[in-house]
C-alpha cells in the first residue's frame, strides 16, 4: 500500500529554514505528481505547494510563494520542501499529499486527496 513519511519539522525562529522531506513507498513515485499541505490549530487543511512527476512543473498557494520551495528526488522516491523566511503564521502540522495523478489533475481539495503522510510539525516563534 502507498506510505508517505514526513521528517524535517521542528522549532525555529522567523526568518530561519526549514527543509521537510517525504519518502514514498508501494508506488511508482516517478509517475506522479505531488503535493504538500498544512493545517494550523483549528484552522482547515491547506494547500501549499505541488509538482510534477517530473519536476519540471510546480505551483504554490500565494501565502508561501517566493519562500518556499518544492522539489523532488525520484531516484530517492523523496519530495521536499525548502522552507525560507519562515513567519510566525507558517506554523503547522505539514503533510505530504498524492491523488496518483499528474499535475493538471492534482487537487488542491484535501478532501479529494488519497494518500496522506503522518504529518510533520512545524513551528515558527516570532
Known amino acids: 500500500q502507498v506510505q508517505l513519511v514526513e521528517s524535517g519539522g521542528g522549532l525555529v525562529q522567523a526568518g530561519g529554514s526549514l527543509r521537510l522531506a517525504c519518502t514514498a513507498s508501494g508506488l511508482t513515485f516517478s509517475n506522479y505528481a505531488m503535493g504538500w499541505f498544512r493545517q494550523a490549530p483549528g484552522k482547515e487543511r491547506e494547500f501549499v505547494a505541488a509538482i510534477s512527476w517530473g519536476g519540471g512543473s510546480r505551483y504554490y498557494a500565494d501565502s508561501v510563494k517566493g519562500r518556499f520551495t518544492i522539489s523532488r528526488n525520484n531516484a530517492k522516491n523523496t519530495v521536499y520542501l525548502e522552507m525560507n523566511s519562515l513567519k510566525p503564521e507558517d506554523t503547522a502540522v505539514y503533510y505530504c499529499?498524492?491523488?496518483?495523478?499528474?499535475?493538471?489533475?492534482?487537487?488542491?481539495?484535501?478532501?479529494?486527496?488519497?494518500?496522506w503522510g503522518q504529518g510533520t510539525q512545524v513551528t515558527v516563534s516570532s
Open positions: 499529499a498524492t491523488n496518483l495523478r499528474s499535475l493538471v489533475e492534482f487537487t488542491t481539495t484535501p478532501a479529494s486527496i488519497n494518500y
